[in-house]
């Protein structure tokens, strides 16, 4: 890491007005006229301080290693000057958990597809499903490579070491369908979640949300997509003794409900050379 003896004069001068300004919000619960007066003064002082100088440009270049400072430096103004009371930084987390939400809301009439892998004592597994966002919610889910379908009224079970598909009837009402994320979502409106900072992961910028229920989740920056989440592992399950297994959210979008993409949700639309056994009896147990 490359230290830096001294930071330019005017990034020395906003350390010490932020310095201020965060003691000036964070140091009253109930700020008067004159404050609030004062951060406007003071956020219109330092945005002047950070727009850009063309006249001093060239002189920039020497302080390219304190570049992360700077950034750090509009970060922490955007925080804590943005406000003009101590409820805006919690605004702020508030929209973040809000555009974290409506990412992870299906909307109706749509296909939802997420493909979600995991490791767990050296060994990968992954779960591929399409689901019908609204009724009769038909799916196909490919998981352990086993490959699965349900129209709402008949399921399906794909066997490749014979090309055959087993259909039997299924006429069991169906409830709206729990995708991978199903439990982040519902946490996320819980009221509870709270945004602990940003991280990168394998070069990407990611939110990182803390769930009421130890589950952690982390959205892309850019678009609120998610693309991990750490989940706390009760004994005993997939052999772990209480541990915590990162799942990677490979997949996780919305599809039109087209012709080409309403076959996703059928294994024999998938497999259309297969031989079709209707006799519920030469089902295998699974």
């Known amino acids: 890491m490359t230290t830096v003896d001294r930071l330019p004069d005017h990034l020395e001068r906003i350390g010490c007005q932020l310095t201020a300004a965060a003691q000036d919000l964070y140091g009253s619960s109930s700020p008067s006229e004159r404050q609030a007066s004062d951060r406007q003064a003071l956020r219109r002082q330092l945005v002047g301080e950070l727009r850009p100088r063309p006249r001093r440009r060239p002189r920039m270049r020497i302080f390219a290693g304190v570049s992360a400072v700077s950034a750090a430096a509009a970060i922490a103004l955007v925080a804590l000057v943005g406000s003009t009371g101590s409820g805006g930084p919690a605004a702020a987390v508030a929209a973040i958990i809000h555009h974290a939400l409506r990412a992870v809301t299906p909307p109706a009439g749509e296909i939802l597809h997420t493909k979600v892998l995991g490791t767990q004592n050296g060994t990968t597994f992954a779960n591929e499903v399409w689901r019908q966002t609204a009724p009769p919610y038909a799916s196909r ?11 709402g009224t008949t399921s399906f079970y794909y066997d490749p070491a014979t090309n055959t598909i087993y259909e039997r009837p299924d006429s069991s009402p169906r ?10 979502r519902q946490e996320l409106a819980s009221g509870q979640a709270q945004v602990t900072g940003t991280v990168v992961i394998d070069g ?5 949300i803390d769930l009421p229920r130890g589950f952690v989740c982390y959205f892309d920056t850019s678009n609120y997509a998610p693309r991990y989440v750490d989940a706390p592992q009760r004994a005993g399950h997939r052999g772990t003794r ?4 990162r799942f ?14 309403r076959d996703l949700l059928s294994v024999t639309a998938q497999h259309p050379g297969a031989r079709i056994d209707t006799n519920p009896s030469d089902a295998p147990a699974f």
Do not use: C, H
């Not at 990407?204 to 990182?208: D, I, P």
């Not at 209480?242 to 297994?245: F, P, Q, S």
């Not at 039109?256 to 993409?261: F, G, I, L, S, Y």
């Open 141 to 151: 889910a490919i998981k352990d490579q086993m490959e699965f379908s349900d129209n």
């Open 175 to 184: 409830p709206a369908p729990n995708d991978p994320v199903a439990q982040v």
């Open 204 to 208: 990407t910028s990611l939110y990182k």
């Open 242 to 245: 209480g541990t915590v297994v």
């Open 248 to 261: 990677r959210v490979e997949v996780y979008e919305y599809l039109p409900m087209t012709p080409a993409n």
